[in-house]
């Protein structure tokens, strides 16, 4: 049996989420939750979340758009539960808890999901991460000018980078590693380091602050369950066997690629965007389009269910710069 859940979030001006608790009397008592529930037989899921928001808290939804589905087998009552959250973008009235239930607004980066039901694990990783990730290209020698670009890279608003640096030994890539840290915190963007899996492991760049990793899908494979070090944990995925071991090991985010043809990887089949949209629609995680993608596919990923898109080329130098240098 199939059971569709459809839950909102609504954000207020500066930036914070509306969670409700759920019911003493009901599965995940106390759990706090997005707004919303079941879907009535026949009904499309925004008439649904309108229906829910409504009852709940009180409000008339005008716009929404997808952010999430996640699903969850449930062996013993053999039951599938699909829940699909949407982002409010417009509604009239003030949120009540119109059935009695507590209401609280939260900064995302705050929310715990040791607080919700399992199933919105991969829904609060989606509130915090951005849509734009970009990967660095190989650096040349010039570390210099490499952290001038990244910080360039940084002032158009990337908000997640991936340092990957293959040709670099571990001591080149430490010393590459701090500054680049260093330009990250200045910007508050998220930083994870594409080394070996054994590198990682051994804690080789333990004392460069506040890392996340990035796993090849090689490496992903070798892992059986999450490593406890990263506090974000990003992965290369190509197929749906990928993904689902990534889901399985609890990654933060897949990078799904080649979508589209790509220079830097000539010989890879690419995906298409409708094999890419299947693969998202049970990933269970979020995840980005990699693979002949600039800024200008981020509205189309996203339609096709994507977190958003990661780039090197498309990202590294944005339009405005390779015309100033074509110029
Ligand atoms: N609304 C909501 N439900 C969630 C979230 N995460 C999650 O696993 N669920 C699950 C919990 C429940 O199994 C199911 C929602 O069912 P529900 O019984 O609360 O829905 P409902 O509001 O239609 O409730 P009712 O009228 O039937 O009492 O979805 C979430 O973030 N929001």
Request: hydrophobic letters at 40%.
């Amino acid at each position: 049996m199939i059971l569709t859940v459809v839950a909102g979030v609504i954000t207020d001006s500066s930036g914070r989420v509306l969670i409700t608790q759920r019911r003493a009397d009901v599965p995940f008592a106390g759990c706090w939750e997005f707004p919303g529930g079941k879907l009535n037989p026949q009904e499309a899921p925004l008439a649904g979340l309108a229906r829910e928001l409504t009852e709940e808290l009180g409000i008339t939804l005008t716009a929404a758009q997808p952010l999430i589905t996640v699903h969850h087998d449930n062996p013993l009552t053999q039951r599938r539960l699909w829940l699909s959250v949407y982002r409010v973008t417009a509604y009239h009235g003030q949120p009540n808890g119109c059935e009695g239930q507590p209401l609280r607004w939260c900064d995302p980066q705050t929310l715990d999901p040791a607080e919700f039901p399992p199933l919105d694990r991969p829904v609060i990783r989606a509130l915090q991460l951005p849509n734009l990730s970009l990967i660095t290209p190989e650096p040349t020698g010039d570390v210099a000018a490499f952290v001038r670009q990244l910080e360039r890279a940084l002032q158009t608003g990337i908000q997640l980078v991936q340092l990957r640096a293959k040709s670099l030994t571990d001591g080149e890539f430490a010393q590459l590693a701090q500054q680049v840290s260093g330009m990250c915190q200045q910007y508050s963007a998220q930083l994870v380091f594409n080394r070996p899996l054994a590198s990682l492991q051994r804690g080789t760049f333990n004392a460069i602050a506040h890392h996340g990793w990035h796993l090849t899908a090689a490496d992903l494979s070798q892992l059986t369950q999450r490593p406890t070090a990263p506090a974000l944990l990003g992965v290369s995925c190509h197929t749906a066997a990928d993904l689902r071991h990534a889901a399985q090991v609890e990654a933060d985010y897949a990078l799904l690629s080649p979508v589209q043809p790509t220079r830097s990887h000539p010989d890879a089949q690419p995906l298409g965007w409708e094999q890419f949209s299947q693969l998202v629609a049970t990933a269970n995680l979020p995840v980005y389009a990699l693979g002949g993608v600039g800024r200008e596919h981020l509205i189309h990923a996203q339609q096709c269910g994507a977190q958003g898109i990661a780039a090197i080329r498309g990202l590294w130098r944005d339009q405005s710069q390779h015309q100033a240098t074509a110029a």
